[in-house]
C-alpha cells in the first residue's frame, strides 16, 4: 500500500514557468522531507518540515506542510533547467528512523 | 570519495541465480537501509539495521536477505533471483538522532536486471 501519493507523476515545462507539485496522504505524518534525485545518483534531501502549517523557502523553492500534517506541497517560482530531476516526499512517523517515501514527481525544465 | 559507496553499479544475471549486493558507507551512522526503486511507485523500503545486531523487515522483504557484517558495511541478497527483481537498488545511511527524520543519505545505486 502507497501511503503517499505524489501529483503530477509526470512535469515537463519551459524555463521560467513556476509549478507546484503535491505529495497527499491519509496518514499523519510527524514530519515531512522532500528529496531530489538526478540520474545516475541517489535522492539528496532538499528539506524537512514537522510542524503543521510550516513554509520553508530555499532559493526558488517553497516547501509547506500540510496543517493536518498529512499533506504537503513544493512550489518552484521560475524553474530552470537545473531543477530538472525526480522530486521525492518522505513521511517519518515518531522516532522509528524509518521513511515512506512518496512515488514521485518527474520534473523536466526546458529552454 | 563517495561517503556511501554500492558495488556493483550495474549487474545484469538469469533467473535462479543468487546475487549479492554490497553498501560500505564512511559517515559513521548506525543505520543503514536498503531500498528498491521502481518507476512510479517511489522508493520501497526492503530491510533495514539500527546497528551491527539488529536485522529488521521493511515493506517488500519477500525474497530478499541482509547481513550487517560491520557497522559501515551492509550487503543485500538475493536468493534465487526472479524477473520482477529487476530494480534500481538504493542503499542509504543515517544518524541516530532522537527524532525519526533523520536526514538520509544515499549511494548511488545498484541497476539490477535479471533474465
Known amino acids: 500500500t502507497q501511503l503517499l501519493e505524489q501529483s503530477p507523476q509526470f512535469l515537463s515545462i519551459q524555463e521560467g514557468e513556476n509549478l507546484t507539485v503535491y505529495c497527499n496522504s491519509s496518514s499523519v505524518f510527524s514530519s515531512l522531507q522532500w528529496y531530489r534525485q538526478e540520474p545516475g545518483e541517489g535522492p539528496v534531501l532538499l528539506v524537512t518540515v514537522v510542524t503543521g502549517g510550516e513554509v520553508k523557502k530555499l532559493k526558488r523553492l517553497t516547501f509547506q506542510f500540510g496543517d493536518a500534517r498529512k499533506d504537503s506541497s513544493l512550489h518552484i517560482t521560475a524553474a530552470q533547467p537545473g531543477d530538472t530531476g525526480l522530486y521525492l516526499c518522505a513521511g517519518a512517523r515518531g522516532t522509528a528512523s524509518k521513511l515512506t517515501f512518496g512515488t514521485g514527481t518527474r520534473l523536466q525544465v526546458t529552454l | 570519495d563517495a561517503d556511501v559507496t554500492q558495488t556493483p553499479r550495474n549487474r545484469i544475471t538469469k533467473t535462479g541465480k543468487r546475487i549479492m549486493l554490497e553498501c560500505s558507507q564512511t559517515k559513521g551512522h548506525d543505520r543503514m537501509y536498503w531500498y528498491r526503486q521502481d518507476p512510479g511507485l517511489g522508493l520501497r523500503l526492503i530491510y533495514y539495521s539500527f546497528d551491527v545486531k539488529d536485522i529488521n523487515k521493511g515493506e517488500i522483504s519477500d525474497g530478499y536477505s541482509v547481513s550487517r557484517q560491520a557497522q559501515a558495511k551492509f550487503s543485500l541478497s538475493l536468493e534465487s533471483a526472479i524477473p520482477n527483481q529487476t530494480a534500481l537498488y538504493f542503499c542509504?545511511?543515517?544518524?541516530?538522532?532522537?527524532?525519526?527524520?533523520?536526514?538520509?543519505?544515499f549511494g548511488p545505486g545498484t541497476r539490477l536486471t535479471v533474465l
Open positions: 542509504a545511511t543515517s544518524d541516530r538522532g532522537t527524532r525519526g527524520d533523520n536526514e538520509q543519505f
